[in-house]
C-alpha cells in the first residue's frame, strides 16, 4: 500500500507500465477529472480504467474489506472526504467467495491502519492490500471519489 498526497503521484513510477500510465494520466488530468461523469471510463482497454462514483459515507460497522487479484486501485478524493482502513490480506478469512468475474473478495477481520482520505490525497492498494473504503470520517459526508483500476 502507498499513501501520500497527490502532488507526490510522479514519485511512484516505474512500478509497473500499467501503474506509470495511469500515473501520468491522472497527473495530466487532474484539474478535469471533476467533469467526468461517473462512471468506467477506459484508459487503456481493460488495462487502466477511471471510474468516478459518488456516495455518502457509511459508519465503520457496515464497511467490510475487499481485496482485488488482478487490479491495482488508486484511490483519491474530488469533493468531501472519508476514511478508509487497510491492512495485509494474510490474516483475514473470505466472507463469500471471490467474485472472479468483478475481481472483488470481501474479507472479515479487526483493526487495519486507519487512512484519512481528503482532498488531495491518494491509497494505491495492490493484490495482498485489503482496504475499507467509504467510511465516516468525523460525521457522515457526501463524497465524489475517482478509483483508477490498474492491471496488475
Request: with cysteine; charged share 30%.
Amino acid at each position: 500500500m502507498i499513501y501520500d498526497s497527490l502532488k507526490n503521484l510522479h514519485r511512484y513510477t516505474g512500478l509497473t507500465a500499467n501503474l506509470d500510465t495511469a500515473i501520468q494520466y491522472v497527473q495530466e488530468k487532474l484539474p478535469v477529472l471533476n467533469t467526468l461523469p461517473e462512471g468506467k471510463h477506459p484508459i487503456e482497454g481493460d488495462r487502466v480504467i477511471i471510474q468516478v462514483m459518488s456516495y455518502e459515507t457509511k459508519d465503520l460497522s457496515a464497511a467490510k474489506f475487499e481485496a482485488h487479484r488482478k487490479y491495482i486501485d488508486i484511490q483519491f478524493i474530488l469533493e468531501g472526504k472519508e476514511a478508509c482502513y487497510a491492512c495485509h490480506l494474510e490474516g483475514l478469512k473470505p466472507e463469500e467467495p471471490f467474485n472472479e468475474e468483478k475481481d472483488v473478495g470481501f474479507f472479515k477481520g479487526e483493526g487495519g491502519a486507519f487512512l484519512p482520505l481528503p482532498e488531495g490525497v491518494f491509497a494505491i492498494f495492490f493484490p495482498w492490500d485489503a482496504h475499507k473504503p467509504s467510511c465516516d470520517w468525523e460525521g457522515k459526508h457526501r463524497v465524489r471519489k475517482v478509483v483508477v483500476k490498474v492491471r496488475a
